[in-house]
């Protein structure tokens, strides 16, 4: 499935050895004299923001959290694996618009329970159940009890995932189309879900491979936002990519030397593109947005996220989950001070840290290709 082919060769092999020869002269000729003729297909990534609306407020039709990875190479347009990292509202709709569907996907991973990450996972199941796709393998933490009160609180992803159809069970929509179509899995949508959890207690340095495929590899680290947060690094031949999530600081608090997380920054340390929620400092207490201080402070801001890109060395720095959403005037029933917020309001924040990569302000759909030209 991920073998790089020597594609054109595959196509020539099928042919009698004089005519072949031929065709080989001229794709040479065609190819400034590549030796053979052959062409390489040569390994592709692709980091496609399916959703960059930050917390559960909507605006403008964005939708929420998500980032699509393909792998591949040049000859299917970076298309062997297809991983989702977080399925927030309007997931679905993303990958119709980019011409993929929900079959498609080999695995989803949750950073965290929250729904503005999870909630779109319910209609990919139940469009891959309706039309008999295969199991979806799901990865997340397992469960954790949280550190903060009530103390009975505890962040389930299995509980999420096992009940994720339950409305349209409840609603008995599943009996009847199963009843329409036996083939469909007795298990309603929930029974494709393959839950592949991370164990507790979450992984604290780099390097834990929680997913693999051929020669994708996805590694989780147990980061700061609320329990059972996971930050995640896909390591492939065309490049690799941290997805932080929400992540911040372990200190939830100033007086702090960052917002953003060490673990995450521990685990981007060579990558080459990171992609992360972020707050703009407007925000911030004594503003007059009045956003609560505590959601502020778990997020991980513009500037600091420059900074932690620079200290990491990478390349690219995709800013997603962005809070408040470019254009807004108000973020759900807080106020964005100002007139809201443009692509230079975040790219000035970020360059003040004096990272000297490329600093993309997200939109839906963005799309970038490693490696890059
Ligand atoms: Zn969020």
């Known amino acids: 499935m991920h073998t790089k082919e020597y594609r054109t060769n595959r196509v020539l092999m099928q042919r009698p050895n004089r005519q072949r020869l031929i065709l080989a002269f001229l794709l040479s000729l065609a190819l400034g004299g590549c030796a053979g003729g052959q062409v390489r297909a040569e390994p592709c990534m692709e980091i496609i923001l399916t959703g960059t609306m930050g917390g559960p407020p909507a605006f403008g039709g964005l939708a929420h959290a998500g980032t699509l990875i393909k792998y591949g190479d040049t000859g299917n347009a970076c298309g062997d694996v297809l991983l989702q990292f977080d399925t927030g509202r309007g997931t679905q709709q993303a990958l119709s618009k980019l011409g993929t569907s929900s079959a498609q996907l080999d695995a989803v991973f949750l950073t965290h329970m929250h729904s503005d990450h999870s909630e779109g996972l319910a209609e990919l199941a139940q469009l891959r159940w309706h039309f008999l796709a295969g199991s979806l393998d799901v990865v997340c933490s397992a469960d954790v009890a949280a550190t903060e009160p009530p103390p009975e609180r505890t962040m389930s992803c299995g509980n999420f995932v096992r009940n994720i159809a339950e409305p349209l069970l ?8 199963l009843a329409e179509n036996p083939l ?13 959890s991370v164990a507790i207690p ?24 609320v329990a059972g ?4 690094r896909v390591d492939t031949p065309a490049g690799s990519v941290v997805i932080g999530g929400d992540a911040g600081n372990k200190q939830p608090v100033p007086p702090r030397a960052s917002s953003t997380s060490d673990r995450v920054e521990a685990l981007a340390r060579g990558a080459d593109v990171i992609v992360h929620s972020t707050i703009h400092p407007v925000m911030g207490p004594g503003k007059g947005s009045g956003f609560p201080e505590h959601v502020f402070y778990r997020q991980s801001t513009a500037t600091d996220l420059g900074a ?16 408040p ?13 100002g007139s809201g917020l443009g692509e230079n309001d975040y790219l000035s924040a970020t360059r003040t840290s004096g990272f000297e990569g490329k600093i993309h302000v997200g939109r839906d759909l963005l799309t970038l290709r490693l490696p890059s030209n």
């Not at 947060?229 to 995640?232: A, I, K, N, Q, R």
């Open 170 to 177: 409840r609603s008995g929509e599943i009996a009847q189309r």
């Open 184 to 196: 469909r899995n007795p298990g309603g949508p929930a029974a494709l879900l393959q839950l592949k």
């Open 202 to 225: 979450l992984p604290e340095t780099p390097g834990t491979v929680v997913w693999s495929s051929g020669e994708v590899k996805v590694s989780a680290i147990g980061s700061s936002h």
């Open 229 to 232: 947060h996971l930050s995640y």
């Open 308 to 323: 932690m890109a620079r200290r990491a060395g990478a390349s690219h720095l995709i800013l997603t989950h962005l809070i």
């Open 325 to 337: 959403a470019l254009g807004a005037a108000d973020h759900g029933p807080y106020t964005v001070p």
